[in-house]
């Protein structure tokens, strides 16, 4: 078979994702070159330098074997970017921390702003990779974003779903001898084409029988199932681990006594502090989110669980180190080893000893913590911020201001919103507000009253949502029906006045 022509890899994202994943690609495979691009100027220099910007065990030497062979890092992001046959997108996926789904929903901020990107600088079709951790039909999302913003027509992107598992401490093994690779993409001859081209990036030094291939939304949902089954596991023992000191038993050999029935297995049964780092609990509210906005609220209950006796787990840590210090730790000096989530790494994302410290320290202990990879500053750091707040800088400033007057808007804002109806006549000379609303979804719901909203039989998530401003994209439902009925409402035609008035008819 004649391999694909894929001469070029851009990846963006230098994270713990980014960075490693795209070394062992370009190690593994030296015909390909292989840039891994960012918009944080320090990561990249870092990147570029002897003391890398993350700490995984084996790195170091597998930067060292390919970097400045067919390995970059870069900040250059347009050009890698246009230049690239396959783009990588592993970008943060945080929790959203305001707004409409907050402290549950997947923010997608960075995934947008990247698809944007990949449109704008593209001038030849792409193979565009989920590699980011994303809720289920992203990938349709995306593929608007992606064909809207790109000025020429004859480009055509490819979006495949190639999810990451590897763990962090181990990322190295992992990604050099996996489990398996899951391919997600669409069945038509050019999205199985761009399979095969993945395919056969890996097939560099993973033999075929390990690279799994799905549909898109199994793919990107198997992501999100197997973080939820192997969290799901920790919280289950960690359950236990309260019932034997209430009753005397002994969790570990309890554990062992469970993990030699083969079809229960002995990984992931540690009773621990908690599990923490930035996927897990991240990516069951995310699936507990995508549960809610389809209506499956049983679903949602049932893996919210795993997060509250999570939470419940390092609480009752707290409580049993108080309690065995005669139930005050006030002014006592307690020693906390090891501040990063896990061993091996320096990742301090989610760790529960940031729920232990601060615990304690709302006791008034006084904490003294060693990690040999985290820094003190980053410790301090962690302290003082509030939970889910470690990925997101605050832009209720830097992301609103005021405009003096309507004419203000005309050449520098994407779309106007006459909100209150107060600007209409004003706001429609400025940018032909009604050939948008024939063309973008948000217009429709800014422009129609809350009451023909709620007659439009959007569920609760998608209309609330609806009402929600957003200035650089257009807002697209989240649940499938109500992006389906929008959609076919869309595509009947008839101008504004015709889409209403179906959307409102039951
Ligand atoms: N950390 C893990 O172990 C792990 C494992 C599997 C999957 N994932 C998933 O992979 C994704 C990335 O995780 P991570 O831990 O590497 O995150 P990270 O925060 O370490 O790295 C993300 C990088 O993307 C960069 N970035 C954001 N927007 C950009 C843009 N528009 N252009 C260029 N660069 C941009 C950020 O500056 C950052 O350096 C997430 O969706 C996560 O859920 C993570
Ligand atoms: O028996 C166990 C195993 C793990 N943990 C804790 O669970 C957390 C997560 O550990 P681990 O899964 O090893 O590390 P991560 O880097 O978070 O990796 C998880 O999250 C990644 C990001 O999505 C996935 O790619 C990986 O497959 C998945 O294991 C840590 O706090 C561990 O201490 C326990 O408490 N008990």
């Given at each position: 078979?004649?391999?694909?022509q ?7 994202g230098?994270?713990?994702?980014g960075?490693?994943?795209?070394a ?5 495979s030296?015909?390909?070159e ?17 003391a ?9 030497e ?8 067919n ?5 250059d ?13 592993s ?9 409409i789904g907050?402290?549950k ?12 990107l990949?449109?704008?600088v593209s ?9 980011s951790t994303v809720?289920v ?5 995306i ?23 590897l ?13 398996r690779?899951?391919?997600?993409g669409v069945d038509t ?5 761009a399979?095969a ?10 033999p075929?029988?390990?690279?799994l291939?799905a ?5 990107e ?6 973080n939820?089954?192997?969290?799901q ?17 002994n969790?570990q050999?309890?554990?062992h ?11 992931f049964?540690s009773a ?6 930035s996927?897990?609990?991240?990516d ?11 209506g ?6 049932y ?21 065995s ?5 006030s ?24 729920d ?6 709302r006791?008034n202990?006084?904490v003294?913590v060693?990690d040999p990879?985290?820094?003190s ?7 003082s911020?509030?939970k ?5 800088p ?17 050449n520098?804002?994407t ?21 948008c609303?024939?063309?973008l ?9 809350f009451?023909l ?6 569920h ?8 929600h ?18 959609e ?19």
């Amino acid at each position: 078979m004649t391999p694909p022509q894929v001469k070029k890899i851009a990846c963006i994202g230098a994270g713990y994702v980014g960075g490693p994943t795209m070394a062992v690609i370009a190690k593994n495979s030296p015909d390909i070159e292989v840039v891994v691009v960012d918009i944080n100027e320090e990561r990249i220099k870092a990147w570029n330098s002897e003391a890398l910007p993350i700490y995984e065990p084996g790195l170091d030497e597998v930067v060292r074997a390919a970097r400045g062979r067919n390995l970059f890092f870069s900040t250059d992001t347009k050009k890698h970017v246009g230049e690239a046959d396959i783009v990588f997108v592993s970008v943060n996926t945080p929790t959203k921390t305001t707004g409409i789904g907050a402290g549950k929903a997947a923010d997608l901020t960075y995934w947008e702003g990247a698809a944007r990107l990949i449109a704008s600088v593209s001038t030849s079709s792409k193979i565009v990779v989920e590699k980011s951790t994303v809720p289920v039909k992203t990938a349709e999302a995306i593929g608007k974003v992606l064909k809207r913003n790109c000025s020429d027509p004859t480009v055509n992107f490819e979006i495949l779903s190639n999810p990451e598992f590897l763990a962090e401490g181990t990322a190295i093994e992992d990604l050099q001898k996996p489990d398996r690779v899951l391919i997600g993409g669409v069945d038509t001859p050019s999205g199985q084409a761009a399979v095969a081209a993945l395919k056969w990036v890996y097939n560099h030094w993973i033999p075929v029988e390990r690279i799994l291939t799905a549909n898109l939304w199994s793919a990107e949902l198997a992501k999100l199932t197997a973080n939820a089954f192997l969290a799901q596991r920790i919280s289950s023992i960690n359950s236990i681990s309260a019932l034997c000191e209430a009753s005397g038993a002994n969790v570990q050999q309890v554990a062992h006594a469970i993990g030699t029935d083969s079809r229960i297995g002995n990984k992931f049964l540690s009773a621990s502090v908690g599990f923490g780092g930035s996927c897990f609990q991240k990516d069951i509210l995310n699936l507990c989110y995508v549960c809610e906005t389809l209506g499956l609220r049983e679903v949602a209950d049932y893996w919210h669980a795993v997060v509250t006796m999570n939470d419940y787990q390092k609480q009752r840590f707290v409580e049993r180190v108080i309690g065995s210090m005669f139930n005050t730790v006030s002014n006592k000096k307690i020693a906390i080893f090891g501040f990063a989530f896990k061993k091996d790494t320096g990742d301090t994302r989610e760790t529960p000893a940031i729920d232990v410290c601060k615990g304690l320290v709302r006791d008034n202990a006084k904490v003294a913590v060693y990690d040999p990879k985290v820094t003190s500053e980053q410790i301090f750091r962690d302290m003082s911020t509030p939970k889910f707040e470690w990925d997101r800088p605050d832009y209720s400033r830097s992301h609103t201001r005021l405009l003096d007057n309507v004419e203000q808007a005309r050449n520098d804002v994407t779309q106007p919103f006459d909100v209150s109806r107060w600007c209409t006549s004003l706001a429609c000379s400025i940018k032909g507000i009604d050939s948008c609303l024939t063309s973008l979804l948000t217009p429709l719901f800014e422009a129609a009253s809350f009451r023909l909203r709620q007659s439009a039989g959007l569920h609760v998530p998608c209309r609330l949502a609806s009402s929600h401003m957003r200035w650089a994209s257009p807002w697209i439902p989240s649940c499938r029906r109500c992006t389906e009925r929008v959609e076919l409402a869309l595509r009947s035609g008839g101008g504004p006045a015709g889409l209403l008035a179906r959307l409102s008819s039951p």
